[in-house]
């Protein structure tokens, strides 16, 4: 398990639902969080760098709090114990708690609602097993709810102020925050012949509401390699039919969709890789009837042995996107500022591997490991992506290139299914173990060298 955890976490990146804001869930609203109103004095406080004697330490995700900070989740590896890690971090960028959660083995989400933490991740009780857990605004532990193993890679979404979403492997299931064993799944649907396509270690997938309703975005596959778009209507709490309350788009010319998002003009961003082994970005409509805008990059990025899977996109500042591909070389992170109309405005290479990213305080704070150790970082750059703390955070000595190609992709949409059938979770039980205080040293030295 320990070589498996190594091998995937550095080729893979987390597309977490980093823009929910916790209140109304209107589309507009999840794209146009910013993460707090700091004035971006924040941004200065970073890099941070944790890390411990002899220990594997990572984040996967980065979520914004209601008081203007930040809250992380990763993976603590330590003389042969695997735990999931937290991490809360005030307005002015000072550490309040980092804690263990011996709760499970990893995090593979993290964010806020209604004042509480809430977290999915995969645990060890003699067997695999999933969990959800609520912290408490100081990070110990308030619930746990322990399921049999649905699948690796559990996600949780935010739906609205009562329930969540739990996204794994070929099962969506949804939820109710008291998070009780007996009472809190209200229904579990399985993809006969599909599997949710996961962004690395976290489904990509998001929230979405719209006159009175909740949905949720996700990608899948099936045994014949389709990429599809699924949008499920959520509201429900005793869906029966759930072909009849989903809409599903079979993706025609992208044979590796990697990511998912919202856009600003309610349309769906698509990212992904094109026969040619090119970038691929296009626009959907929020319907999914037609791909409106698309457009191909060139580049020198080694993508290959699935390394674009290192990949995300999201809404960012000042409506633009920002995209990351992590590569095999050049080593670190590409950040690019892609316009409206996905144009490129700007590219830098960041040194570290990013996991995922945070529009925040008037710039970008991203999450992840440094290229070359283990050791868990979170690193800054303004709106326009020039250091902010620290300016050796970009690589400048590294050529790379990113530019956009002439070619003309061809990427359409065509009806399809993912076969949903009822299903269930068996092995509910909910348990209290506490969370404990992470002995990890926070290193805030702007270095010379980040491997």
Known sequence: MKLLIATMVTIMIVLLV????GGGLSFNSFV????GSSGGTILGAFPKVFYGDSSYDIFYTIFPTSNGGIILSGYHQGSGIDDALFVKINSQGQTLWKKLGSIGTQSFSFFELNGYYYSAGTAYLGTQKNYITKLNPNGSTNTILYFDFLGYRGNLLPIDNDSLIFLSNNEIAKIDTNLQASSSVKWVAEMNGNIITYNNLVVSAFPYHSEGNKYVFFIAQNSSGENKICKMNVSSD???DF????TVKKINGLPYLKSICPGFNDDIIILGLDNSDKVLIAKADKDLNNINVQKLYNHNFDLENFNFRTGLILPGLGNKYLLVINGNSPDGSLVVLLNNDLTIS???LLNMRVM???PYGGGYVFAGKLNNTYDAVVMSLDSNLNPVGCNTVVNTSTPFTFEEDSGSPAVTL????LNFVPDSISGLHNDNTAT???NLTEDTTCRTNWN
Do not use: H
Not at 18 to 21: K, Q, R, T
Not at 32 to 35: D, E, F, L, P
């Open 18 to 21: 980093s823009c929910f804001n």
């Open 32 to 35: 146009g969080n910013s993460g």
């Open 238 to 240: 005793s869906i029966t």
């Open 243 to 246: 072909d009849s309350v989903s």
């Open 346 to 348: 700007r590219k830098v």
């Open 356 to 358: 995922s990213a945070l």
């Open 414 to 417: 065509e009806d399809s299914t």
């Open 436 to 438: 404990t205080d992470a």
